[in-house]
C-alpha cells in the first residue's frame, strides 16, 4: 500500500518540523536549575531555618520548597533526607512530611560530634605542614546574607583542613552532616532569630579556637580534643 501521508513543507519545499512543545514549568525554569546539586538545596533549606522561615516543629512544605528555590521537587526531597541523616529533621509518622528537630541546643550536639571526629584525627597525629590547604567554602551564607561569627568561622577552616586526613567517604560525611549545619545554623542571624545567647563572650571564644591551632601546629594532639570538647561549651546556649 502506498503511504499517502503529507509531510508539511515550506516555500522552497523543504520539510517544515513542527517545534517540540515545552511543558509550562520546563518553559518558565531553566533545567540545570532545577537540577542543581543536592548540596546547594541543603544549605538553602539550612539558611531557611536560620532566618526563621521554618521552625522546629515545623513541617517542610516540599512543594512550597521547590517553588521558592526554583528547583525540582524531587531534589527538596533528596536534600530533607541528608538532613535527616544529620539528624536536623525527623518524619512526621502520620504524614511522611520532614519536621525540623533541630533546636536552640542543637548546634552543642554538632559541636560534641565535632569532639568525636576531631579525636580521631588527632589519633593519627598528622603534620598540619603536609595537608593542603582545603579550598574556600562557597556557601548559602553568602547568598542569604549571613554571617559566621569569627571565631566559629576560624574553627570550620581548622576542621576542614583536619579532615583532609579522613578517608574520603568519612570526610565527605564529616562536612554534610556537621559542618555545614553549623557554618548556616551557627550564624549570627540564626541565633538572634532562634534566641541562642552563648554560655562566653566571642573574645574567650576566640582565644580557645587560637589554642585549638596552636596545639595542632605543634603537634600536642592530647589538647586538642579537649579544647574543641571547651569550646563546644562556651558556644552552647547561656541557660541562666
Same mark, same amino acid.
Given at each position: 500500500?502506498?503511504?499517502?501521508? #503529507?509531510?508539511?513543507? +515550506? ?6 518540523? *513542527? ?8 518553559? +518558565? ?38 517553588? %521558592? ?18 539528624? /536536623? ?83 565527605? #560525611?564529616? /562536612?554534610?552532616?556537621?559542618? =555545614? ?6 550564624? =549570627? =542571624? ?29 603537634? %600536642? ?7 574543641? *570538647?571547651?569550646?563546644?561549651? *562556651?558556644?552552647? *546556649?547561656? %541557660?541562666?
Amino acid at each position: 500500500m502506498t503511504d499517502t501521508t #503529507q509531510i508539511p513543507t +515550506s516555500t522552497d519545499g523543504a520539510a517544515r518540523v *513542527a517545534p517540540v512543545p515545552r511543558c509550562r514549568r520546563c518553559a +518558565s525554569s531553566d533545567p540545570v536549575d532545577l537540577l542543581r546539586p543536592v548540596d546547594e538545596v541543603v544549605e538553602m533549606l539550612l539558611a531557611d531555618v536560620a532566618v526563621g522561615r521554618w521552625v522546629p516543629g515545623d513541617e517542610v512544605d516540599v512543594r512550597s520548597a521547590s517553588v %521558592e528555590h526554583g528547583v525540582d521537587e524531587s531534589v527538596v526531597r533528596l536534600a530533607l533526607h541528608d538532613l535527616r541523616r544529620a539528624g /536536623l529533621v525527623n518524619t512526621n509518622p502520620f504524614t511522611g512530611g520532614a519536621v525540623v528537630v533541630w533546636h536552640r541546643r542543637h548546634n552543642e550536639v554538632l559541636l560534641r560530634r565535632l569532639v568525636g571526629v576531631v579525636s580521631v584525627v588527632a589519633a593519627r597525629r598528622p603534620s598540619l605542614d603536609d595537608l593542603p590547604e582545603p579550598g574556600p567554602a562557597i556557601s548559602a551564607r553568602a547568598r542569604h546574607g549571613l554571617v559566621l561569627p569569627p571565631d566559629l568561622a576560624h574553627l570550620l577552616d581548622l576542621v576542614r583542613l583536619l579532615v583532609l586526613t579522613l578517608p574520603e567517604a568519612s570526610r565527605r #560525611q564529616v /562536612l554534610a552532616e556537621i559542618v =555545614t549545619p553549623l557554618s548556616v545554623l551557627g550564624t =549570627t =542571624t540564626a541565633m538572634r532569630v532562634h534566641g541562642i545567647v552563648p554560655a562566653i563572650s566571642d573574645d574567650v571564644r576566640g582565644v580557645i579556637v587560637d589554642l585549638v591551632e596552636v596545639a595542632a601546629h605543634y603537634g %600536642e594532639w592530647d589538647d586538642v580534643p579537649v579544647l574543641v *570538647a571547651d569550646y563546644a561549651v *562556651a558556644l552552647g *546556649a547561656d %541557660e541562666r
